[in-house]
């Protein structure tokens, strides 16, 4: 059944490489699976797929901010830009699940806000549902976009984030980007919270209704600097229109500025290492608890080990969910005795 | 008896909704309907007319002639209205998007034949609102598309004055779902804007400005609770007399009578024992008759056999004849408003205005009715209102007689016949008009054909009136296609918001409630055994715009547990397949309403195999006749379900034995 249809990893990492869709499809489906054998080959996957372009090649962007922003007409008008320059796309875009006790179901819309009406090959969009974890993240996002970058020259992660917490805006991306809504009570706490120094870049959207989407901007602009901010970064603010399509391509050449300032100060690949690290504490404390990552020596330990295998993070973090799980089986085996005999 | 000496109200026109395959067989259609005693002529176009597309255009195929005519170029329309007379006759035109290019043509073909404009009478539906919030006709985004509203206004409103150039619709928002207070408040709002737009055109003097506002009439809907649908009419006619009065300082009460046409309801006519639609047909059209003060101009009733297929001819002329019994069999043209001075009636209407004033509060507090479109608001509230319905009808608390009680029946000789009782259109119909379009564009000036539609363009770009250029395109023989790119040229497309996003209502039961989680189990179970959540596509491929079925079993497969990607309708079956293919999803749902699956269903299937995913199963929905279902069945489609399969629970449990089935897991069977 299910399981003997899961593809070779190896070969299906060649097709990949090549750019085949069915195969960028099908690794996306074997990296979702959660069956024990899919997640041997998803690890495999990822190994044969890395190598230096995961840590230094291609372009991660990550875009996010509140629903109705218009995140996604804003990616459909940065990828028009990027496909007219011949680079081709890869979308991620992340919707809430509804809550476990309702079912957990999804509804994925923002394709087609994303997409042209015209066919492209050179442009590929999957829809996650983010199933309530993570805050507003979905776990597989990591792995997935890490195959993206084998095959797209362009990444881009689409979530639904109300800048509440950092994690739903820091670690998703090369470069992070907030689409904030003109005069919104959002944007307002937003600027508040502070948090409003983590993306690289601001974009106020929805430029074409006019003062309300000057006045958020200049306010944007005029926010207090953060102590972990970079200097050698400007944090430019964008005033853009998505549907009448102006200020999209200064808004690109940030996102190309950006990741050449990582690049310069040599920064891209550590980024990288880092963010990578972060998700795979935060998998580990998901599924076991502060006292699951304890078992493996806590997230000093997670770090160094990841740090020590760069090229195979996924498989690195494959071992360690094994050898936690190996120990939390070890530990209940008196417990399930005991639940044997009553 | 003195009833010969009383004096009888004239009764409404009476007309019936009608046209297919070609123009010419639509014509001949005309004339035996006129023949039969109707009074005006009502033309259902096919949908590349209705979109904008030549027949010839590939988003055209399996659609030419098929739910209604196709009308490419004048010389069609002439062939649709040869030996009617222009001047005498009253049309109505369900024309949209591209409502000022048929009102062009028809006006063009009046010059030619030599008859006045001002002498044309009949009406352009022309209501770009409703086709984003049900109807599903739209092209151009909301600015361009009042814009072309507010033209065909300006221009008729001096050129042809007994047209009425828009007819603002409620009907479609109730046959997508709408609540009595949600149509009257909806429809409301949307001619506040279509006025505020003319208005702001600043082509009117002030002191015509009255006149605009009398030519605005209603399209509206009437359904099976037929007392509070007469209440709704009267509803409508105190709150249009106050608006018009109150906004438009309208001073003469004439002008501010609320004018309106009906089609009765159709979302309520059944597939099981068809018969019923004819009582239902007629206690509806007693809404829109019965109250003199509140009476329908023009009426066209259904068919019993709505839910089925098309009408034949027999079944059109059924429809009229009940029209015809009310009006000249019984008494009521004899008396004034029956209803007047029923307290109980005045309260009724009192309590739906109440009601319709907040929603329209609501709604201008939002910036009015296209920001609350765009926003996705006002179609997420018809989502809603159309899931309460249906649920009301799975737990039986809103009764369908034969649908969810008293089922038993005997076999009902009406579907015995050899063509299932329904109309088929002619197969060969769209090969023929390709070669028609095709031999006429070899016959036209390609010159003068060229000027006028830059001409065209020349009045888009710079804000001119779009009728005078669109008329001279009529003329010149520019094809349908042709003036509906142009136009996509200079404004663009644009798609509404699907309106799905609706919360899960945590309180209210999703029908049953230990179904619900019974499904919700298997759906959890089935997606664990296959390593992921169960994700399912609804497509809607070709130009179709039903839209109702694939909504409610997304939001339904979504209550279940189902991660669901559905991107609205008229998409390609080349766009549905890579969808499918890059979301990796385990089954592909497709609903087709238009009469199209044959080719539509066959070619998704073809471009799903051409991708690799031929083991994906394929289900598909909507107004299917058993014959193809097997014939689909035979093609590879695992299941097929029609109007009488009106409990999601059933086909949620369906569904998810169908993808079990795929996967060589073993079937759940059916729900306890
Ligand atoms: C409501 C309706 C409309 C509404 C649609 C509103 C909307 N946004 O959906 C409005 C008024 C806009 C409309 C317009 C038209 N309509 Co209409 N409409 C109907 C009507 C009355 C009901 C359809 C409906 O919504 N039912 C309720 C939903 C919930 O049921 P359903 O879609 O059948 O879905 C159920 C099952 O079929 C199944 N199902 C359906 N899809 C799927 C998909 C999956 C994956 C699954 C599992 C199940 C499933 O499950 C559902 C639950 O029971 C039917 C007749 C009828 N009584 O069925 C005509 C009908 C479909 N319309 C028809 C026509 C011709 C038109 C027009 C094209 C007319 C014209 N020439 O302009 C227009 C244009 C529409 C367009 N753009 O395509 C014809 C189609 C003829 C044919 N197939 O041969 C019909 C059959 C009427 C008739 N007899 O003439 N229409
Ligand atoms: N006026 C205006 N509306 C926009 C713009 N961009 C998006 N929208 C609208 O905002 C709404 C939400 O857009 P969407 O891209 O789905 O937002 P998301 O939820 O952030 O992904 C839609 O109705 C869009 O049409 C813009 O630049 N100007
Ligand atoms: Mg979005």
Redesign the interface.
């Known amino acids: 059944?299910?399981q003997a249809?899961l593809p070779e990893p190896e070969q299906l990492a060649l097709r990949i490489l090549r750019g085949e869709?069915?195969a960028v499809?099908?690794g996306?489906?074997l990296l979702?699976?959660?069956?024990p054998e899919?997640r041997n080959r998803s690890a495999r996957l990822l190994a044969a797929l890395s190598g230096e372009r995961a840590l230094n090649d291609g372009h991660l962007v990550g875009v996010t901010g509140p629903p109705?922003a218009g995140k996604s007409s804003l990616v459909s008008a940065m990828i028009r830009e990027w496909r007219l320059a011949g680079r081709t796309v890869g979308v991620l875009a992340v919707d809430p699940?509804?809550r476990p006790e309702?079912?957990?179901?999804?509804?994925?819309?923002d394709?087609?806000r994303i997409k042209n009406?015209s066919?492209d090959d050179g442009l590929?969009?999957?829809?996650l549902?983010n199933?309530n974890q993570l805050g507003g993240v979905a776990t597989e996002v990591w792995p997935m976009s890490w195959l993206m970058l084998a095959c797209f020259d362009i990444v881009v992660i689409e979530t639904v984030g109300v800048g509440q917490t950092e994690i739903d805006i820091a670690e998703i991306g090369d470069t992070v980007c907030y689409v904030a809504q003109p005069a919104s009570g959002d944007t307002i706490q937003y600027l508040k919270s502070g948090i409003i120094e983590i993306p690289d870049i601001f974009v106020v959207n929805k430029s074409d209704i006019g003062a309300a989407a000057r006045k958020t901007a200049s306010e944007l602009g005029r926010s207090a600097p953060r102590p972990d901010r970079r200097d050698d970064w400007d944090y430019p603010v964008c005033l853009v229109s998505a549907t009448m399509n102006t200020g999209i391509r200064q808004l690109n050449e940030h996102f190309d500025r950006h990741r050449k300032y990582l690049v310069g100060a040599d920064l891209l690949g550590t980024l990288r290492a880092r963010h990578q690290s972060g998700w795979v504490v935060r998998l580990l404390k998901e599924e076991f608890g502060t006292f699951g990552l304890e078992l493996i020596g806590g997230c000093a330990a997670v770090g160094e080990r990841l740090g020590e295998n760069q090229h195979r993070q996924f498989e690195e973090y494959e071992r360690m969910r094994k050898h936690i799980l190996s120990r939390f089986m070890s530990a209940s085996q008196p417990s399930s005795l005991t639940k044997g005999a009553s | 008896m003195d009833s010969v000496q009383t004096k009888r109200d004239r009764p409404w026109l009476m007309r019936t909704y009608s046209g297919h395959s070609s123009a010419r067989a639509s014509n001949a259609l005309y004339r035996t309907n006129l023949a039969k005693g109707q009074t005006g002529l009502s033309v259902a176009f096919d949908l590349p007319t209705q979109t904008g597309y030549d027949a010839d255009s590939p988003l055209a195929r399996g659609e030419v002639g098929k739910v209604g005519v196709p009308i490419s170029h004048i010389e069609d329309m002439d062939q649709l209205f040869d030996q009617i007379p222009l001047d005498q006759m009253n049309t109505a035109m369900t024309i949209n998007a591209t409502a000022p290019w048929l009102l062009s043509l028809y006006i063009g073909l009046a010059q030619r034949r030599g008859i006045d404009p001002k002498k044309l009478s009949g009406t352009t539906q022309n209501d770009i609102i409703k086709e984003y919030l049900s109807r599903g006709t739209y092209i151009y985004p909301p600015g361009p598309s009042m814009r072309l509203i507010a033209d065909t206004i300006n221009y008729t409103v001096k050129h042809v004055p007994k047209w009425n150039p828009t007819n603002i619709c409620s009907y479609h928002l109730q046959e997508a779902g709408a609540t009595p207070v949600q149509e009257l408040a909806y429809a409301l709002c949307t001619a506040t804007a279509v006025l505020d737009r003319v208005q702001a055109s600043g082509e009117i003097r002030p002191e015509e400005f009255s006149q605009v506002v009398e030519r605005i009439s209603f399209f509206v809907n009437a359904g099976i609770r037929f007392v509070e649908e007469c209440c709704k009419l009267r509803a409508f006619g105190e709150m249009w007399d106050e608006l018009t009065l109150t906004r438009y300082k309208v001073a003469d009460p004439k002008l501010r009578r609320f004018r309106y046409g009906v089609q009765v309801n159709s979302l309520g006519l059944t597939e099981p024992q068809p018969e019923n639609n004819v009582q239902r047909i007629v206690l509806e059209m007693l809404a829109v008759a019965l109250s003199k003060g509140a009476r329908a101009r023009a009426i066209q009733l259904p068919a019993w056999n709505e839910a089925m297929g098309l009408p034949r001819p027999w079944d059109q002329q059924w429809a009229l004849r009940m029209q015809q019994v009310l009006a000249f069999e019984t008494d009521l043209l004899e008396y004034e408003d029956i209803l007047d001075g029923s307290p109980v009636i005045a309260a009724k209407v009192r309590q739906l205005v109440e009601g319709a004033r907040r929603e329209i509060e609501n709604v201008e507090a939002q910036g009015g009715i296209i920001a609350a479109i765009e926003s996705g608001y006002v179609k997420r509230e018809l989502v809603a209102s159309h899931m309460q319905r249906l649920r009301a009808i799975e737990s039986g608390e809103l009764k369908i007689i034969g649908v969810n009680c008293f089922q038993e029946t005997a076999e009902s000789p009406l579907t015995l016949g050899s063509d299932g009782g329904i109309m088929k259109t002619d197969p060969a119909a769209e090969r023929e008009q390709i070669e028609r379009l095709q031999a006429h564009r070899k016959k036209r000036s390609e010159a003068d054909v060229q000027a006028a539609l830059q001409g065209l363009s020349d009045a888009a770009r710079s804000g001119d009136n779009i009728m005078p250029s669109s008329i001279r395109c009529a003329l010149a023989g520019v094809s349908t296609g042709e003036w509906g790119d142009s136009l996509r040229a200079v404004f663009g497309e644009f798609r509404p918001p699907t309106g799905i996003d609706i919360a899960i209502d945590s309180r209210a039961v999703l029908g049953k409630k230990d179904q619900v989680t019974d499904l919700r189990a298997r759906v959890a179970s089935t997606g664990a055994a296959l390593g992921r959540p169960l994700k399912l596509l609804v497509g809607k491929p070709g130009l179709d715009g039903h839209s109702n079925g694939a909504e409610q079993i997304a939001v339904k497969a979504r209550d279940v547990g189902f991660e669901v990607v559905y991107d609205g309708i008229r998409l390609t079956p080349q766009q549905i397949a890579q969808a499918a293919e890059e979301e990796g999803v385990h089954m592909v749902g497709l609903s087709i309403l238009s009469g199209s699956h044959m080719e539509l269903v066959e070619s998704v299937l073809q471009e799903l195999r051409s991708r690799d995913l031929a083991s994906v199963p394929v289900i598909a929905g909507g107004i299917i006749p058993q014959e193809d279902a097997t014939k689909l069945a035979a093609l590879g489609v695992s299941a097929v379900y029609t109007p009488k399969d009106f409990n999601l629970n059933t086909i949620m449990a369906d569904m998810v034995d169908v993808i079990r089935h795929a996967n060589g897991l073993e079937r759940l069977g059916q729900l306890p």
């Open positions: 059944m299910a249809n869709r069915a499809a099908g996306l489906n979702d699976n959660k069956l899919a109705g699940s509804s309702l079912g957990g179901g999804a509804l994925l819309g394709r087609i009406s066919h590929f969009i999957r829809s549902a199933r």
